[in-house]
C-alpha cells in the first residue's frame, strides 16, 4: 500500500472551515484589541484629566505595551492562517515543509497552521 502523499479535496474543505472560523475569531480578538490601544471603546476620563500621577502613567505604558505585543501576536497568527488557506487552494497543505510527509490530522487541528510535522519541529530545536 503507498503511502498518502496529500489530503484529499473533502479532508481540505474540512480544514479550510476549521480555518476561517479560527481567522474570523482571530480578526475580531485583533479589532479589539487595537480598539482598547486607541481607546476607541473607553470611558475613561484619562484622556481629559490634566494631569497624570508618575505611578498612573507608568502602568498605563506597561498595559499599552502588553496590548501591543499581544496585536503583534495575533496578526502573526492572522498571517500564518491566511497562508494555509493559500496551500489549500494549492492543495500543498498539512505537507511538512522539512520531511515533506503528511503532518497528522490531530496537529492539524490543534495547529491549523503549521508546516511541520512534529519529528521535523524537535529536529529543529537540537
Given amino acids: 500500500m503507498t ?15 476549521l480555518i476561517s472560523e479560527k481567522l474570523q475569531v482571530a480578526r475580531e480578538q485583533y479589532e479589539e484589541v487595537l480598539a482598547t490601544m486607541n481607546k476607541r471603546n473607553s ?19 506597561q498595559t499599552l ?10 496578526q502573526k497568527f492572522i498571517t500564518g492562517l491566511q497562508a494555509a488557506l493559500v496551500r489549500i487552494e494549492n492543495k500543498t497543505y498539512g505537507i511538512c515543509r522539512v520531511t515533506k510527509k503528511l503532518i497528522p490530522k490531530e496537529r492539524l487541528r490543534a495547529v491549523p497552521h503549521a508546516t511541520l510535522s512534529i519529528e521535523a519541529k524537535l529536529a529543529q530545536g537540537k
Fill in 3 to 17: 503511502e498518502k502523499t496529500r489530503y484529499t479535496d473533502e479532508e481540505l474543505a474540512e480544514f479550510r472551515e
Fill in 43 to 61: 470611558n475613561d476620563i484619562d484622556d481629559t484629566s490634566p494631569t497624570f500621577h508618575a505611578l498612573e502613567e507608568g502602568s498605563f505604558v
Fill in 65 to 74: 505595551e502588553e496590548q501591543m505585543a499581544s496585536a503583534q501576536r495575533l
